[in-house]
Every structure is written in structure tokens, then in C-alpha cells.
């Protein structure tokens, strides 16, 4: 579904991610890790062809990203950025239902099959009651929450989400992975995270970012005291199935 080729990405100046190669496949659930300022947004980005890399290329379906038609692109790949800017009021529906575009024919309005699949997404993220009311009066969580929803209705073959437990309660955190990780079972699902212990939970697949050095792979390949230790810069130990930094 999505692969790279000597993937480079940059902050200015600042070399983030070098030399990536690397393939995500449908059935797949990657959680990207490390620590602030290591890629992770920068990346997802350039995966769904928002930024341009410094070096290397990314492909969907074997063609290069930046070669799509912004339609067909749409249907390939979504992304849910970390933070949600509304710049008017709406309803929690249309916020939803606007991700329903990339599969209309012409202007169409919303049809039977927009409307049960935004209803749908809405209720498999706990808001289905929430469709009547105004996105600028939700919290961040239940925000994101609404974002995720539009991701679903927009039911690319490649999702990317930057961050979305970030304003999530221990309890909504949970429900949202489990909802990822069922995702992953009809789309190629790549998450970015700070929570360690998430991705050893719920993900197939690691993408580790340390300094000028990356490590891919399963959870239990990739996800070691050293390579957390320098990836993180502090240390690591086993606690069950679980790591606790010190």
C-alpha cells in the first residue's frame, strides 16, 4: 500500500528521519515513537504528501504521491492532523459528512448511504448523540473524536493519524486504539504516539525515531532497553509486559 525509498524529511536546516526505507501494508497497525521534535508530524505529512521531502520518494500503490490526482489521492490516503481548527460554526454532522466528498459523483447532496455511514462513524466514536450540536462548542477530545469519525467516512486505504489519543481521557485512550486496531484489519493504519505502552498493546508494527537513526519492525523486534534508551534518552526496564522509564 505505502512504501518509501530513501526517505528523507526536514525541519529547515535540521535533518529529522534519513534514508527511510520502509512498506506498510494493509492489516498493518504502526505506531510511530519518539520524542518531541524527532519527526513524527514532519513525517506523517510528507507520507500523505502535505510537505515535500528533502530526499527520497513516497509511493502509494506503487505510484509516486505527488504523480495522484488529488481525487484519487483522497480515496488512497487521509490524514487526521493533531490538532482540529474550526473557522466557523457547524454541526457535528456536516463536519463529518464533508469527508464523504472523495466518493460522490459531481455536487451531489448528501445521500441515504453519506448519511448512514456518517451516523455509523459517529456512534463507533461514542458522539452519535452529539450530531445536532455546534463542533466549536465540543472539547478537544471529543473533537478529535469527530475527526477520527471523518477519517472513517472517508475510508481511505491508507490512514494516517498524527496524535489521536493526545486529548483523550484513559478510558476514550483505549477506545480509540481498539477502534484503530480493528481499522487495520481493512486499511493500512499509521499512528503517531508517545505512550510506549500503547503501541505495545495494540500495534503490529513499530517505527522507532531516534537521533539520526530510525528502527522498524514488529513491537517485539523493535522495542528493547537500548534502542528505547537512545531513542528517548533516558532509560528502560521490563515490567511484565510493559516498559517503565526511569
Known amino acids: 500500500m505505502l512504501s518509501t525509498r530513501q526517505l528523507s ?3 529547515g536546516h535540521r535533518a529529522l ?4 526505507d520502509w ?14 521534535g524527532s519527526g513524527k508530524t514532519t513525517l506523517l505529512h510528507t507520507l500523505a504528501g502535505v510537505l515535500s521531502p528533502a530526499a527520497g520518494e513516497v509511493r502509494l500503490q506503487n505510484v509516486l504521491v505527488t504523480a495522484i490526482e488529488p481525487a484519487a ?3 488512497l490516503r487521509g490524514l487526521m492532523p493533531q ?5 466557523f460554526q ?8 464533508i469527508a464523504r466528498v472523495p466518493h ?12 448512514d455511514a456518517v451516523g455509523g462513524a459517529l456512534a463507533r466514536v461514542g458522539l452519535r448523540n452529539r450530531m445536532a450540536d455546534d463542533v466549536t462548542h465540543l472539547s478537544g477530545g471529543e473533537r478529535q473524536r469527530v475527526a477520527l469519525a471523518a477519517l472513517m467516512v472517508q475510508s481511505p486505504d ?16 483505549l477506545e480509540v486504539m481498539r477502534l484503530l486496531r480493528e481499522l487495520s484489519e481493512t486499511h493500512a493504519v499509521v499512528v503517531s504516539c508517545h505512550d510506549i505502552n500503547l503501541a505495545v498493546r495494540f500495534a503490529t508494527h513499530v517505527l522507532l525515531l531516534g537521533d539520526q537513526v530510525h528502527w522498524q519492525g514488529s513491537v517485539e523486534q523493535v522495542l528493547d532497553e537500548d534502542r528505547l534508551s537512545r531513542a528517548f534518552a533516558c532509560q528502560f526496564s521490563r515490567d511484565g509486559l510493559f516498559w517503565v522509564a526511569h
Open 90 to 97: 457547524d454541526s457535528v454532522f456536516n463536519a463529518v459528512a
Open 104 to 115: 460522490r459523483l459531481g455536487a451531489s447532496w448528501d445521500t441515504s448511504e453519506d448519511i
Open 158 to 173: 491508507l490512514m494516517l493519524l498524527d496524535e489521536p489519543v493526545a486529548h483523550q481521557d484513559v478510558g476514550h485512550q
Open 23 to 36: 512498506q506498510v501494508r494493509k492489516g498493518e497497525l504502526w505506531c510511530v515513537l519518539g520524542r518531541n
Open 73 to 75: 489521492l483522497a480515496r
Open 83 to 87: 490538532v482540529q481548527s474550526d473557522a
Open 17 to 20: 528521519v534519513d534514508k527511510l
Open 9 to 11: 524529511v526536514a525541519a
